[in-house]
């Protein structure tokens, strides 16, 4: 039975998969904190007030949260910007074979 669960951990790429899971949470953790702590410092001094997240917009008795989206737009943006850059730095493309 022991056997069986190792050949199907192995035929299956589970190990890799599980591997890959903690590599991922570990890279999350570091692109946040370059967004957070070097990125965004520097785009919120360029703006006026430099507390842009929490700016709202009213229309009626509805408030939106436009600094709140914004703030998400933009952090999703240079995350994934960093995190192509290191995909497209570690994992470069086997030439194609000479025919």
Do not use: C, Y
Not at 52 to 58: G, P, Q, Y
């Amino acid at each position: 039975m022991v056997g069986e669960f190792k050949a199907f951990l192995l035929k299956h790429g589970v190990i890799a998969l599980a591997v890959a899971v903690v590599i991922g949470g570990a890279v999350q953790k570091l692109v946040a904190a370059i967004v957070a702590d070097l990125i965004m410092p520097i785009i919120g001094a360029l703006t006026p007030g430099g507390n842009w997240r929490t700016a709202t917009m009213s229309i009626g008795p509805i408030k939106l949260g436009l600094g709140d989206f914004l703030g998400a737009v933009l952090d999703f943006l240079i995350i994934a910007l960093v995190v192509f850059l290191i995909v497209k730095t570690l994992v470069r493309e086997q030439p194609a074979p000479a025919k």
